[in-house]
């Protein structure tokens, strides 16, 4: 929307020097960004049904594999303000309180006689499901397990009931399901599978236990990544002592807490003010007064504005091509594999924390991706064209939208192309070539251990 600019008179009668007013052009420059509404965001509170991209293609392809990444639900946090009283969540089921699931009910039932299941290491020893009625620092909560029983549900209605991914009669040698040791992430992902699978089987469901939060399994040695990431902390520092309205945010909610605020800046007061945020508890309060709202937009603002630099400064983006090329590398392998024809987990669960998505997303060019809030999924579709079988297609979607032409290796394929996916040569050769490049690298061991041009 454009102003035409006008020639006001002066009250002398003469004309001023015209002056253009122009009105921001709503196509190019994007609102301020809201601190409060992408805090929302985050919390991503289940509540209206959601409409998805995934499984759409051309009727003449063939949907032979899909790969999900997700970030646990909604949790308690995992760190507490000092001096005031946590947040009172209760972490006891009872699909009787909102948000519930239909299903919710029977999940319980389900997950009580898990013992033929086959746990990888330590996660036997893990509940099933959250259930103290205090939650315990970082426990899934309800609202966590009810968004990813809502996730599962979303895609058994595209890929089970109207892809036929699986049969009714699937077997443990169909799904590749991996967690982290974390409590969090198994029930996670036991909720997304249990509204997924068919038929949920304890005798089939075989989870396999993974160290690394960013899931590099046996290819963890990388100097350089280590470097990238402290240079990323760095980075991180420097704009966080910069930001005066942060600072005195920080001072005034001390006093409130009486304490040092170097104290409660180390108590990481976001992941805790979220958490009374996103289950509408008010924020705490002492006799020297209460943290409020104001406090809690300030700090989420700075997040966001960490997040935009953090894009421009590409230290990140360095950390994100090393951390995350083990997972990609070894998701490639299985596409590969599948499009040769070989028998292949066909479903892949990977149950993780937004320190894991949230590289992969860098990684992999998709900028315009918001931070990864609770229940985050990150999908990868492989299609077979019907006409041509030998050849195969990916589709990449982010909560459910289609980021596929974001990433850096199909942009520029997009233009070209009358078929709404990327070729997977495209994704292999950016995984085991492309990624190396910035490093003047041609391979992932010879890119730990060299710095980027």
Known sequence: VHLIPVNPVREDGLNPKS????????????????????AHVYCNIPTIAERSMEGHAPHYFKLVSVQVLIRHG?????????????PDIDCMLVPSRKPSHPQLEAFIKHMSKGSAAQMDGSLSSLPRFP??????????TQTGVVQHLRNGQLLREIYINKHKLLPGDWTAKQLYLETTGKSRTLQSALALLYTFLPDFDWKKINMRHQWSTIFCSGSCDCPMRNHYLEEEQR?????????NDLEKIYVDMAKIVGIPTRQLRASNPIDSLLCYFCHNVSFPCTKTGCIGMEHFRVIKRHQLEDERERQEKKLYFLYALLATHPLLNQTVNRLQRIAEGKKEEVFVLYSAHDVTLSPVLSA???????FPGFAARLVFELWQDGKRPKEHFIRILYNGADVTFQTSFCKDHYK???????????????VKRDMFLIFNSTSYYDACRRRAL
């Open 74 to 86: 909604d949790r308690y946090p995992l760190y507490a303000i000092p001096k005031t009283k946590r």
């Open 235 to 243: 980075r991180q520092y420097s704009l966080r002592v910069k930001n």
């Open 364 to 370: 992999l060019g998709i900028t315009e991706a918001r």
């Open 19 to 38: 002056r253009k007013r122009i009105m921001p052009d709503l196509l190019t420059e994007p609102p301020a960004i809201d601190p409060i509404y992408e």
């Open 131 to 140: 259930s103290h009625s205090l939650c315990e620092m970082g426990e899934l």
């Open 416 to 430: 070209r192309s009358s078929k709404p996916m990327c070729p997977l040569e495209k994704f292999v050769n950016f």
